[in-house]
């Protein structure tokens, strides 16, 4: 167990709803809920003259998914609004400044999975929509299946009235100077990963008790056409149910995929550990398996929370209860109250 002590995430513990219930409380799911919505802007290095703006985007993100809590909405409403926004915000690398494959062109990958049905949705390598977050939720509920990608997706994105837009419009200065960057010979794309635009993801619980996650990239820079990463695998870049929990990971795709690491955290928490000593688990089964580092939110259906991160930093931020609590180095948590400006 010595491996989880290596791990530097946010500051222990961020437990704020109830205790983990027992088998007999669960069927009273729903009494004393504390509906929250956790999100992240990736385990990257966020360069200093955007960590600000980083922070405010993650914390305008959880904000507004918890005022869609508030006024109803489901949890699925809630992650999906809050990926929107940052798929919205060129600071992130999904949808609009999304990091570019190796020809220099946008390919984007999301999920969403809701915890109450065990539905899922997800597209890949998307090139020609401004939110692909929106379009995994349409082919959850819309189709028959659970997956679209590439041209299938787009199309079925025309057939639905999803706007399509233009490859220039996703694509910003920075992320082509990223490119740029990661064409010489000697560039190591998977390093430079930790220092990119970060996908994002979100997780929550409504006041019924129902969780979902949602997951948004543009993958890994420089990545080869058509390479598909962790984000839209259900059980990788994301999973849900309302018997464990909910989580949305980020990190090398490759890596997360080969440990399934959102199904392997809420595996733990299936076994009575609560959201954040699963997620550290996880994450130290990633480091000491395969060498890799990543990062994760996870929510169990009472409204515990936590942020946990093996990179050195992860933006991330939660709105529970009127408080906002937000954080991007190792073991910081800042807390405000919703009525305090920023
Ligand atoms: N997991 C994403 C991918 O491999 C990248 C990231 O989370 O930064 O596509």
Known sequence: MSSIKTISSAEPPQV???????????????????????????????????????????????????????????????????????????????????????????????????????????????????????????????????????????????SV???????????????????????????????CQMEKMGTVGAVAVDKDGNVACATSTGGMPNKMEGRVGDTPCVGSGGYADNQSGAVSATGHGEANMRVTLSRLILFHMEQGQSAEAASDLGLAYLKSRLGALGGVVTVDPQGNWTSRFSTQQMPWAAAQNDTLHYGLNSGEHFRRSFSEQH
Not at 165 to 184: A, D, G, H, P
């Open 16 to 158: 704020l709803g109830k205790d983990k219930t027992t088998p007999d409380e669960t069927q009273h799911r729903g009494a004393g809920m504390m509906p929250v919505v956790v999100v992240h802007g990736g385990a990257v290095q966020v360069p200093e003259e955007r960590a600000e703006i980083t922070i405010s985007g993650v914390c305008s993100a959880a904000r507004s998914g918890y005022l869609v809590l508030e006024e109803g909405g489901s949890s699925l409403d809630a992650v999906v609004e809050a990926v929107v926004q940052m798929e919205n915000s060129p600071y992130f690398s999904a949808g609009c400044g999304s990091v570019l494959n190796v020809k220099g062109e946008v390919e984007m990958d999301a999920i969403v999975m809701d915890g109450k049905t065990l539905g899922s949705g997800s597209v890949s390598a998307v090139r020609d929509i401004a939110n692909p977050v929106q379009l995994a939720r349409l082919v959850m509920e819309k189709t028959s299946h659970a997956f679209l990608t590439a041209e299938g997706a787009s199309k079925f994105a025309r």
């Open 161 to 191: 009235g999803v706007p399509e837009v233009s490859q220039e419009s996703l694509i910003t200065e920075y992320s082509r100077m990223f490119w740029k960057k990661n064409l010489v010979p000697d560039a190591n794309p998977v390093e």
